[in-house]
């Protein structure tokens, strides 16, 4: 009987918490889902309003995570104080927890291996070429130019090569391209300087070069190399392109391409040496 | 002649870089031709002679009609300049271009 009893009292003293405590918690509970919600629908919201103002990407997500913890904890101490908490408590808390993670990430930040690079970031990780939007603590959010949006594991940028393109202001625009070994090369380099030096984009310092890499099977490979401002880069590769193939064009200079001239053995032979019927294989030759 | 003074004429006489390039056209207006640009003073350039010439082309397009070269608002004689106004060449003639010509009457 005595153990019936003690279960009895037991039973009692649980009954007597939920009816003390049991209101408080579920009023505590909805108001950390209520907060939630609203955090959410305030973290989404506040980015496209803020984004109109123009801000850095960067900036902006700083703005908006600062402004959702900042809800959160406030959710967080009103929920305390339905638990019947004083303020004095919760502050002190709250305080305390703040202090604790500052002096983590403050102790333990030489450890924490750090992305290189920062929202709003043009990169290239791998074959993957685009502008971060984003970072969690799982992985990296990069929007492509065109149009997806892929979340890349932080392991795979922290182990594969990355280029930043933001770290330096400018960037070096190379065209490499073949004219034909007969095509006038004096008159081909001067038309290159032309196009590189009435381009307005394109900087004073350091100079545009104009020079022949190399001659191969392609024909005399000219280089036209020049720099930009990094947001100038793409069009003014592209109108240089342009510019070429129609300059050239309207010029008479012809592009080198490769060309294979075949001798097969045993074929008609007049006018040929014999040494010339004793090329079986295949003769590489630019017009 | 050192190296420096050398150089520095080479400069002189070569291709003076423009800071940008306008669309310069003709507007009729009453009984005189009014001649304007865009973008206008004031507005940033357009850095580039590609979009300069291919918003030059449009604009030809979208304001070639029955050309009479006397009607009130007719534009013609569309062509690319510099920033300081003088003619700049087609990148792919290397020639200067006049797109709808003014009609001789």
């Known amino acids: 009987m005595n153990a019936m009893e003690a279960e009895l009292q037991k039973l009692k003293e649980v009954s007597e918490m939920v009816t003390l405590y049991g209101p408080g918690i579920v009023r505590s509970l909805i108001i950390l889902v209520v907060g939630l919600v609203l955090a959410k629908l305030f973290l989404k919201y506040s980015r496209l309003i803020l984004r109109r103002l123009n801000l850095k990407e960067a900036t902006l997500s700083v703005v908006v995570n600062v402004l959702f913890i900042l809800i959160i904890t406030l959710f967080v101490a009103m929920a305390a104080q339905f638990l019947g908490l004083k303020a004095m408590v919760i502050g002190r808390i709250l305080v305390g927890i703040s202090l604790v993670l500052i002096g983590i990430v403050v102790i333990f930040r030489p450890l924490i291996p750090t992305l290189p690079f920062k929202v709003g970031h043009t990169v290239k990780t791998g074959d993957l070429l685009g502008k971060v939007e984003g970072t969690t603590l799982m992985n990296t959010r990069i929007r492509t130019f065109d149009g997806k949006t892929i979340f890349v594991p932080h392991s795979k940028v922290l182990n594969d090569y990355l280029i930043n393109y933001h770290l330096i202001p400018n960037r070096q625009i190379r065209i490499d391209f073949p004219i034909g070994y007969r095509e006038d090369l004096l008159g081909a380099k001067a038309v290159l300087s032309e196009i590189l030096a009435e381009d307005p984009r394109i900087l004073k310092t350091p100079p545009a070069r104009v020079f022949v890499i190399n001659l191969n099977q392609d024909g005399v490979q000219l280089a036209a190399w020049s720099w930009v401002k990094n947001f100038d880069y793409w069009r003014t590769r592209c109108d240089l392109l342009e510019k070429i193939k129609l300059r050239f064009d309207h010029e008479g200079i012809g592009f080198g391409m490769a060309r294979r001239l075949v001798h097969i053995q045993g074929a008609s032979s007049e006018g040929r040496t014999g040494a010339d019927n004793l090329v079986s294989s295949v003769e590489d030759k630019t017009a | ?105």
């Open chain 2, 1 to 105: 002649m050192d190296l420096k003074e050398a150089m520095k004429m080479i400069g002189a006489g070569w291709i003076q870089r423009p800071k940008g390039f306008r669309v310069r056209f003709d507007r009729r207006q009453g009984d005189q031709w009014i001649s304007d640009a865009f973008p206008s003073e004031g507005e940033p350039l357009l850095t580039s002679d590609v979009m300069a010439w291919e918003l030059a082309r449009r604009f030809a397009e979208a304001a070639r009609k029955e050309a009479t070269g006397e009607a009130e608002g007719e534009i013609s004689g569309i062509t690319v300049v510099d920033d300081k106004g003088r003619p700049v060449t087609f990148y792919g003639t290397d020639g200067i271009h006049v797109l709808n010509p003014r009609v001789q009457a």
